[in-house]
């Protein structure tokens, strides 16, 4: 399994952006096909979006779709959450997750992914 660790959550007003990093541990990165998860206060775990192993094939979430761009460089073992017009409802713990796949296979379910970070905290202000 690979180790996760996110970084760059943080305050924001609304409309701003952030961008969430997630590094990866070992050398077999490449073999993942990675994904961000949101948690909001009270409720359950979401899908957010979803990146293949190359990085070519991407999915979203309706929610954050034309808001957010998830991207990964294989070369530092790192995935990337650029978020931009962030709402108050985008306030949650934001996760990223690992799952071994196939080359082009993007996962939207959490029972795909069997890595996880321990998550990022990021809040939007109205």
């Known amino acids: 399994q690979v180790q996760l660790a996110e970084s760059g959550g943080g305050l924001v007003q609304a409309g701003g952006s952030l961008r969430l990093s997630c590094a990866a541990s070992?050398?077999?990165?490449?073999?993942?096909?990675m994904g961000w998860f949101r948690q909001p206060p009270g409720k359950e775990r979401e899908f957010v979006a979803a990146i293949n192993r190359g990085g070519g094939n991407t999915f979203y979430a309706d929610s954050v779709k034309g808001r957010f761009t998830i991207s990964r460089d294989n070369a530092k073992n790192t995935v990337y959450l650029q978020m931009n017009s962030l709402k108050p409802e985008d306030t949650a713990v934001y996760y990223c997750?690992?799952?071994?796949?196939?080359?082009?296979?993007?996962?939207?379910?959490?029972?795909?992914?069997?890595?996880w970070g321990p998550g990022t905290q990021v809040t939007v202000s109205s």
């Open positions: 070992g050398r077999t990165f490449s073999s993942y096909a």
């Open positions: 997750a690992a799952g071994a796949a196939a080359r082009n296979t993007v996962y939207v379910s959490l029972s795909q992914y069997g890595s």
